[in-house]
């Protein structure tokens, strides 16, 4: 089915560990972003590409990994979670950089 | 410094009543002023783009406008379905494909 699928729906992880959160989509759009949002913060941007290998921080970067081998996946990883990172995470691709679709997104908690 | 603020938070309204929410914006040079609807524990639902003041989009009972201030969201004459809450982002041209997200604007339709 051509979408954004993102993986797992919900997580729940232990401080310290190493998760990631994947991102999947079929259109072959050049741009890709990762959201996280948070009741009073509204949505933030942590990563975004341009294209497969090029990759840029956002807003809040800190804590998080990304890599984009290919054009479709752009997966993200929280290299050791703390509670902070609690959160809902949205992907989204785009064709031009701004017409964003959304992923229904994966909600993290840290304990 | 960029900003969006969009208001009122909250908006009740019964199903027929018209209404318009309100995106007011600061940035340096306009790429882009974008709507999204976000439904409860979904992604957001890409909506309109505008691009220069003056500028109208419409779709359904939705309407879009733009002044080189503000954005508003006209609903005219709501259903319950179009409950969720509304958000604005804008695309600074000095920012590359970084959007500015406002809070959102949660509108309940009553029957």
């Known amino acids: 089915d051509a979408g954004i699928t993102q993986s797992p729906r919900y997580k729940i992880t232990e401080t310290g560990r190493q998760v990631t959160l994947m991102c999947h989509q079929t259109w072959s759009h050049s741009y890709m972003f990762w959201y996280r949002q948070d009741l009073g913060h509204g949505l933030r941007l942590i990563y975004y590409s341009a294209a497969a290998d090029i990759t840029d921080k956002g807003e809040v970067p800190d804590g998080y990994v990304v890599s984009r081998s290919k054009t479709e996946n752009f997966p993200l990883t929280l290299e050791s979670a703390t509670r902070s990172q609690t959160s809902v995470y949205f992907c989204?691709?785009?064709?031009?950089?701004?017409?964003?679709?959304f992923g229904s997104g994966t909600r993290l908690t840290v304990v | 410094e960029d900003q969006v603020t969009q208001s009122p938070e909250a908006l009740r309204l019964q199903e027929g009543e018209s209404s318009s929410l309100n995106c007011s914006y600061t940035v340096s040079g306009l790429r882009g002023l974008f709507w999204y609807r976000q439904d409860p524990g979904k992604g957001p639902e890409f909506l309109f783009t505008?691009?220069?003041?003056?500028e109208e989009k419409e779709k359904e009972r939705l309407k879009a406008t733009l002044t080189k201030k503000e954005s508003f969201l006209h609903i005219t004459a709501p259903k319950p379905e179009d409950s969720a809450t509304y958000l604005c982002?804008?695309?600074?041209?000095?920012?590359?494909?970084?959007?500015?997200w406002g809070a959102g604007t949660k509108l309940i339709i009553k029957p």
């Open positions: 989204a691709s785009s064709a031009d950089g701004y017409g964003y679709t």
């Open positions: 982002a804008v695309g600074d041209m000095d920012s590359n494909y970084q959007l500015i």
């Open positions: 505008l691009y220069s003041a003056g």
